[in-house]
Nanobody
């Protein structure tokens, strides 16, 4: 089983940037496809971005395309989410997740993931 721990969250003004990291331990990280999800108060969890085992395939929610970039370093067992041009509507708890299958465009579906981090808060002020 893989354990996931997010870091890098915090508070930033609109237009600013943050980079989230997700460190994986306890499993063969390179065999997992990974995703970032977020949940704002009173809203359902939504898929933000996902990446295949090799990093060769990525998908993004329309709301973050062109602003967020997902990447992974399999040598460091770490997943990243670079978030630029942040908006107040990006405010949410962000979670990383892992699954042993690659679902293509359906990788943005949270039900496809078996393992979850504890989440980290991102707050964007206007």
């Amino acid at each position: 089983q893989v354990q996931l721990v997010e870091s890098g969250g915090g508070s930033v003004q609109a237009g600013g940037s943050l980079r989230l990291s997700c460190a994986a331990t306890g499993g063969t990280y390179r065999r997992y496809s990974m995703g970032w999800f977020r949940q704002a108060p009173g809203k359902e969890r939504e898929g933000v971005s996902c990446i295949s085992w090799s990093g060769g395939s990525t998908y993004y929610a329309d709301s973050v395309k062109g602003r967020f970039t997902i990447s992974r370093d399999n040598a460091k067992n770490t997943l990243y989410l670079q978030m630029n041009s942040l908006k107040p509507e990006d405010t949410a708890m962000y979670y990383c997740a892992a699954t042993q299958r690659w679902y293509g465009v359906d990788c943005l579906g949270s039900s496809n993931y078996n393992y979850w981090g504890q989440g980290i808060q991102v707050t964007v002020s206007s």
